[in-house]
């Protein structure tokens, strides 16, 4: 880390911008995700794939305008072995009806091309096959290649809680949506209408 810290200082002075006297170093391999986690305030919650392929999660206090540090280190929550590199990255924080925190959802592509979920949540984080609660264990295949991956907390609509949009195998060429439903506990599929 202080290697990649020290690298990242010399660029910037090379490339005559002033760089940040503190920072943390971030190496990600493809887009990042961030949600606002139970404590607001600009407290945020954020998602990438690091270089040794796993899905790391980053948390700061507070907006990094207020100097908000990050507080709960590099953490590894999805290893490797469960995500196909280079895969997007998409997340979502569900709330209570009474507006308190029910956790966080980070979709993403496994390596045999299945959707595929973490959950942050107050009880306990889980993810991969013993998830069963998790879109993971639904098999819904991913188009091969395909980045197109999107997700959103739906407290409006009854029974709907979590969207996630992707590119289906059963439907290549339009956005198939994923719908958890709160009232069943269970996922379905919808193809984008006409």
């Given at each position: ?5 020290l ?58 305008i ?13 290893p ?92 290549p ?11 069943t ?10």
């Amino acid at each position: 880390m202080q290697l990649l810290k020290l690298i990242a200082t010399a660029v910037a002075l090379i490339a005559g911008v002033e760089a940040a006297a503190n920072f943390f170093p971030v190496d990600a391999v493809g887009n990042i995700a961030a949600v606002r986690d139970d404590l607001g305030k600009g407290a945020t919650h954020i998602y990438y794939q690091a270089r040794n392929g796993s899905i790391v999660r980053l948390c700061t206090s507070t907006s990094f305008i207020q100097d908000g540090p990050q507080n709960c280190g590099s953490t590894e929550v999805v290893p490797a072995n469960e995500v196909m590199y280079g895969t997007p990255i998409t997340a979502a924080t569900l709330w209570t009806s009474s507006g308190g925190f029910d956790g966080n959802h980070v979709y993403y592509y496994s390596p045999d091309g299945i959707l595929s979920e973490y959950i942050n949540n107050i009880q306990a984080p889980a993810h991969g096959p013993s998830c069963t609660q998790c879109v993971t264990n639904q098999r819904f295949g991913v188009v091969n290649g395909s980045v197109a991956l999107y997700s959103f907390a739906d407290t409006k609509t009854p029974g709907m809680q979590l969207r996630v949009g992707f590119e289906s195998v059963g439907s290549p060429g339009t956005i198939t949506e994923a719908t958890f439903n709160s009232n069943t506990k269970k996922w379905s599929l919808s193809v984008l209408p006409n």
